[in-house]
């Protein structure tokens, strides 16, 4: 084995470094996602505590998953009262931290087995549940089946009207009856590209345009690559338009609206509908969050690059996979960030702060 030898500079230069684990962020924002398992498992006055020693400037707190509120909701079944979150707030601004209230949308159970609540949306809301290009509904599908399809669990369409008006009732709840700077989208998307195939959706698009995407007898002068193209791009539209509704909603009420989102645009984009370059550009959000987590420096400072593109006045901030990395790699990280002249990090997540 190398001997390693430690002179006094070294020394030196790795108490800066330590210091700067703990720094004042340079630029703009330092946010941390917390989850609602941390959330649940932490009182209010150490959440805040520990977000104070890192210099936390904003903090994304996980209030509606996987189908329940993690507060007192009238749409939605809930798991905790009111008064967590809204002594949360309270400590947070009297703290100069702001508040995002972090919604899972599309995104409404995982790999276990079904809750027995009848009011949760993966029992009482079926026809709101996507399919497969063969037409099977997530539903259908058992665990292992969802895991061979590559997928985190089931999920909702994005194009299910119906849906998302539940999901803009939910958020202008949130809104409402709390005091939030902020609300962070997650899983503003859909599960992948050959998605999008239930009943609901497909026979909106007949509608429109007089075609079934499942079907391979085409009217007019269609083949299947330009009807597969028509839908993909019809399901971005859709979804571009909603989250149009939202902003406005938010805007309306004085509420930062962000995404958290695949953090290769133009992958996002073919693959899940995820235009979030369309959605930076036209204003229908404030900010991005795309989640680049990575051990991989090369791949990492690639991707930023490619960001660069896009950013402009702090609208994009680079999600740092900080649960994979030791607390010297994810300042190494962040450091690059600032190198590469964004203003602003956020950790995944708080429990993975050392």
Not at 289 to 302: A, R, V
Request: hydrophobic share 35%; glycine share 6%; charged share 25%.
């Amino acid at each position: 084995m190398e001997r390693i030898f430690v002179n006094k500079n070294t020394r030196l230069l790795t108490g800066i470094f330590i210091i700067f684990i703990l720094s004042v962020p340079l630029y703009g924002n330092r946010g941390v996602w917390i989850t609602r398992w941390d959330y649940s498992s932490f009182s209010n006055k150490k959440i805040i505590e520990k977000c104070k020693r890192y210099h936390i400037t904003d903090i994304f707190v996980q209030v509606y998953a996987r189908g329940y509120a993690f507060y007192n909701s009238k749409y939605a079944p809930s798991k905790l009262s009111d008064y967590k979150f809204l002594d949360l707030i309270k400590l947070a601004h009297n703290s100069d931290i702001k508040v995002h209230a972090w919604v899972n949308m599309y995104y409404v159970w995982s790999w276990a087995k079904f809750p027995y609540d009848p009011e949760h949306i993966i029992n009482k809301h079926r026809d709101w549940i996507t399919a497969y290009k063969n037409g099977k509904e997530l539903y259908k599908y058992d665990i292992e089946g969802i895991k061979n399809l590559g997928l985190e669990g089931y999920f909702i369409s994005p194009a299910n009207m119906d849906a998302n008006r539940f999901l803009k009732r939910v958020i202008n709840e949130i809104i409402t009856k709390f005091n939030v700077d902020g609300i962070n989208l997650d899983y503003i998307r859909y599960p992948g590209l050959n998605y999008g195939y239930d009943k609901y959706t497909r026979s909106f698009f007949v509608e429109l345009y007089g075609i079934d995407p499942m079907k391979n007898n085409y009217p007019f002068s269609y083949n299947r690559k330009e009807v597969l193209n028509l839908f993909d791009r019809w399901k971005r539209d859709v979804l571009n338009k909603y989250i149009m509704e939202i902003h406005k909603m938010t805007n309306g009420k004085g509420v930062l609206l962000s995404a958290s989102v695949l953090s290769g645009p133009g992958y996002a984009k073919r693959y899940f509908s995820q235009d979030w370059v369309s959605w930076l550009n036209l204003g229908n959000v404030d900010f991005v969050i795309p989640m680049l987590y990575t051990k991989k420096t090369g791949f990492f400072k690639k991707r930023l690059d490619e960001l660069k593109k896009y950013y402009k006045s702090n609208n994009i901030w680079i999600g740092l996979g900080t649960y994979l990395l030791s607390p010297s790699q994810n300042r190494y990280e962040e450091n690059i960030v600032y190198q590469k002249h964004f203003n602003s990090v956020v950790y995944f997540s708080f429990n993975s702060l050392k």
